[in-house]
Every structure is written in structure tokens, then in C-alpha cells.
């Protein structure tokens, strides 16, 4: 079911559609709200609080096509908004898409066999890459993220952070030479 159709259900009062909507989206919402409050109890409470908001203002939403997008703002919004209220230092612009590298989602391992030393080969080349990540600018690693973990294309990315397709594709593109450059040594040598 595409989302202009479970939108359009919602408008008529459909409490199916709005059903099919959290199961579509819960994860989506739920991983938003955990990378950035690392804490699981925090991120259930404000998911919740995401598809409320959702229920409420759905007849606000100018683009029916970009649910998801729209859905990933107010689980962002929220989240910055509880890490406001909890630690303000910590909150600051510069570090709201801090993203530690046990948060993030496992990348897709290899069909080949598992063994102990592959296992430990790619826990220690996804701490490498993920701290590589979070010494991006805060742009290029929000960009950065939300294209390669979120799924994201380049005109969504523009709609969420307010920005033009050349500045996404800008800040993905340094993102990618920078983690190209500064991890060239470690993966040529293993």
C-alpha cells in the first residue's frame, strides 16, 4: 500500500490505514529516536509521541509522497527537543546528529563463512569506519547518514535539511572523500 493512499485513508478517519502506517514506519521512527537518544525507554516514549503528533497533523502534510520523510523530521525534532530539555550542553547545533558507532545499524555481512577472526576483522573495520563518520562536520554526517543508513535520496536529504540538491550532493561527496582518504591506510593493510 503506497503512502498517498494510507494518507488519504487516514483523512477519512481510517484506524486500519493509520494501523498499516505505524507498522510501516515503527522502525524507521523507533532507530531515529535510539541513534540519537541512546536510550531505549527515551526512544519508545518519543516514537509514541512521534505517531501521535502524526494522528493529530496528518491533514498538515503537504507532501503526500514523503511520508517517511516527514516522519523522520518529527522523530528527529522530538528527540533533539527531550535531549534539549535533559543535558543543554550537550544539545548544541554542533553535535544534535552525533551518532556513536554503537548505535548505528549492523552493515549487511558477507555471504561467506563466519569465523572468529572474520567476525572480529569486521567488528574492528566498523569501529574504524564509524569512528571515521563521527569526524565528519555535522552536515556531511547527517547527509552522509541519512542517505547510506536511512535509505534516503538526494531530494528527500534536501526537503529534511533545508537544502539545495547541489549542497546534499556536495556534502555527501566530501563526506565520501574525506572517508576515502582517511581510511585508505587501515583497509589497504588488512
Given at each position: 500500500?503506497?503512502?498517498?493512499?494510507?494518507?488519504?485513508?487516514?483523512?477519512?478517519?481510517?484506524?486500519?490505514?493509520?494501523?498499516?502506517?505505524?507498522?510501516?514506519?515503527?522502525?524507521?521512527?523507533?532507530?531515529?529516536?535510539?541513534?540519537?537518544?541512546?536510550?531505549?525507554?527515551?526512544?519508545?516514549?518519543?516514537?509514541?509521541?512521534?505517531?501521535?503528533?502524526?494522528?493529530?497533523?496528518?491533514?498538515h502534510l503537504r507532501n503526500r509522497d514523503d511520508l517517511s520523510g516527514w516522519l523522520f523530521?518529527?522523530?528527529?525534532?522530538?528527540?533533539?527537543s527531550l535531549l534539549r530539555k535533559k543535558n543543554p550542553a550537550k544539545a548544541s547545533s554542533?553535535?544534535?546528529?552525533?551518532?556513536?558507532?554503537?548505535?548505528?545499524?549492523?552493515?549487511?555481512?558477507?555471504?561467506?563463512?563466519?569465523?572468529?577472526?572474520?567476525?572480529?576483522?569486521?567488528?574492528?573495520?566498523?569501529?574504524?569506519?564509524?569512528?571515521?563518520?563521527?569526524?565528519?562536520?555535522?552536515?556531511?554526517?547527517?547527509?552522509?547518514?541519512?542517505?547510506?543508513?536511512?535509505?534516503?535520496?538526494h531530494k528527500e536529504i534536501c526537503e529534511i535539511m533545508d537544502l539545495t540538491q547541489a549542497?546534499?550532493?556536495?556534502?555527501?561527496?566530501?563526506?565520501?572523500?574525506?572517508?576515502?582518504?582517511?581510511?585508505?591506510?587501515?583497509?589497504?593493510?588488512?
Amino acid at each position: 500500500m503506497n503512502d498517498k493512499y494510507l494518507v488519504e485513508k487516514i483523512l477519512q478517519n481510517n484506524d486500519v490505514a493509520f494501523s498499516l502506517l505505524i507498522e510501516k514506519y515503527q522502525g524507521l521512527v523507533f532507530n531515529t529516536c535510539y541513534r540519537l537518544l541512546n536510550n531505549y525507554s527515551d526512544a519508545q516514549d518519543i516514537s509514541q509521541d512521534v505517531f501521535l503528533e502524526v494522528y493529530r497533523s496528518i491533514d498538515h502534510l503537504r507532501n503526500r509522497d514523503d511520508l517517511s520523510g516527514w516522519l523522520f523530521r518529527i522523530a528527529y525534532s522530538k528527540s533533539i527537543s527531550l535531549l534539549r530539555k535533559k543535558n543543554p550542553a550537550k544539545a548544541s547545533s554542533n553535535t544534535e546528529f552525533d551518532v556513536s558507532i554503537n548505535q548505528l545499524e549492523q552493515i549487511p555481512k558477507h555471504t561467506e563463512r563466519v569465523t572468529p577472526e572474520r567476525t572480529l576483522e569486521e567488528k574492528e573495520s566498523k569501529e574504524v569506519l564509524f569512528k571515521a563518520i563521527d569526524k565528519l562536520p555535522a552536515n556531511q554526517k547527517r547527509a552522509l547518514l541519512l542517505h547510506k543508513f536511512e535509505g534516503h535520496s538526494h531530494k528527500e536529504i534536501c526537503e529534511i535539511m533545508d537544502l539545495t540538491q547541489a549542497s546534499v550532493e556536495s556534502l555527501i561527496y566530501r563526506a565520501k572523500i574525506y572517508l576515502r582518504k582517511s581510511l585508505a591506510f587501515y583497509f589497504k593493510n588488512i
